[in-house]
């Protein structure tokens, strides 16, 4: 069944997942949000954007077709002072009219990380009370939200369609789905875009300061992130501790 989301778009998010990805198979990524964002079919939608490296392409994009699109950034106490100056700047210079900035509860952070130390040996644990959990209090609110997910990013990441079936009861949108690196940055080129000033530092993937370090040339631009484990998510991406699958994964 369906969760109740307090009076939201309703109807089978499996049936409206497939009727999107139909209707817009052969759409641009402009078009996708463009069309989408007003969709019936969607409902109400967030932008997710953690101001990372290649954020600015898709806050861009939101920025010229519907600025008034809420805007969540989730400032886990652990992030970049760079990254944190680069957010207020673009905040400013895109003119978003609604950016929240989500944070986690800080009696669960004094329970669950009371010296700051977690991330060293428990990063899924760090990242589901600082980064999972206030997120997924803040979209309660909505029918589904956009990513900035791209399916050259990695394995885990190589067959995402534009829309995806979250756990049944909230719509994904990726709208850069199919773009590759060379798109992203003819885009920033082109509109002179300001990038994450930890870009020319070799940082090409950012998250909080502790679990991302430079990648080498020749690396995977996502190697920084927890280098030497596992992980290659933070979690947010994730339904009852598995990353969300699209329908030609489940019937694959």
């Known amino acids: 069944m369906p969760r109740d989301l307090g009076g939201l778009h309703a109807g089978p998010v499996a049936e409206r997942v497939a009727a999107l990805n139909a209707r ?3 759409h641009s990524a402009t078009a996708v949000l463009e069309h989408a964002l007003k969709d019936d079919d969607l409902g109400r939608v967030a932008l997710v954007s953690s101001f990372g490296a290649e954020s600015v392409v898709l806050l861009h994009l ?13 400032d886990t106490r652990m992030l970049f002072q760079e990254t944190l100056d680069y957010q207020r700047a673009l905040a400013e210079s895109l003119h978003l009219c609604d950016i929240r900035t989500i944070r986690a509860n800080p009696a669960r952070v004094g329970f669950e990380d009371p010296d700051g130390t977690l991330h060293q040996f428990n990063t899924d644990a760090c990242c589901a009370v600082r980064k999972v959990e206030p997120l997924e209090r803040a979209l309660a609110k909505f029918d589904g939200w956009i990513t900035g997910r791209k399916r050259f990013q990695n394995a885990d990441r190589g ?3 534009f829309f995806e079936n979250e756990g049944d009861f909230r719509i994904k949108v990726n709208p850069l789905a199919h773009w590759g690196r060379e798109d992203l940055e003819e885009y920033i080129v082109n509109n002179r875009l300001p990038r994450h000033p930890l870009v020319a530092r070799g940082y090409p993937s950012i998250g909080c300061a502790p679990c991302t370090s430079p990648v080498k040339p020749g690396e995977d631009p996502r190697s920084g992130r927890w280098r030497g484990q596992q992980k290659t998510e933070c979690g947010i991406h994730f339904v009852g501790g598995k990353p969300v699958r699209t329908d030609q994964e489940n019937a694959a």
């Not at 939101?62 to 989730?74: G, K, Q």
């Open 24 to 26: 817009y198979r052969h």
């Open 62 to 74: 939101v920025s010229v077709i519907a600025p008034e699109t809420p805007v969540l950034f989730i």
């Open 159 to 161: 067959s995402i369609d």
